[in-house]
């Protein structure tokens, strides 16, 4: 059973910066993707970016790219969320998800496995 444990959340004020991590385990297949998603009180899930285990840079959603950064640690089964100039709107909570497939697919619905998400609250 795979499962997915992030961290890293917190609160930050409006310019600054968190990593976030998702630690993977239990995950058989060797290839796939892991992504990473939040979701605002009142607001539908919204992906951010992806990775794909095989290789490969990270895919971005318009609204996160140039300020957020998605890398992979194979040796540590890891997937972190580097987020910088970080604004109010950013403030959901934030969650990695994780699908066998290594097709890039944007919607939440296609990702089988998720973490429990972590808060990340930017004040202004």
């Known amino acids: 059973q795979v499962q997915l444990v992030e961290s890293g959340g917190g609160l930050v004020q409006a310019g600054g910066s968190l990593r976030l991590s998702c630690a993977v385990s239990?995950?058989?297949?060797?290839?796939?993707?892991t992504g990473w998603f939040r979701q605002a009180p009142g607001k539908e899930r919204e992906f951010l970016a992806l990775?794909?285990?095989?290789?490969?840079?990270?895919v971005y959603a318009n609204a996160v790219k140039g300020r957020f950064t998605i890398s992979r640690d194979t040796a540590k089964n890891t997937v972190d969320l580097q987020m910088n100039s970080l604004k109010p709107e950013d403030t959901a909570v934030y969650y990695c998800?994780?699908?066998?497939?290594?097709?890039?697919?944007?919607?939440?619905?296609?990702?089988?496995?998720w973490g429990q998400g972590t808060q990340v609250t930017v004040s202004s």
């Open positions: 998800a994780a699908d066998r497939s290594s097709v890039v697919i944007m919607a939440a619905a296609a990702y089988g496995y």
């Open positions: 239990g995950r058989t297949f060797s290839g796939g993707k």
């Open positions: 990775i794909r285990w095989s290789g490969g840079g990270g």
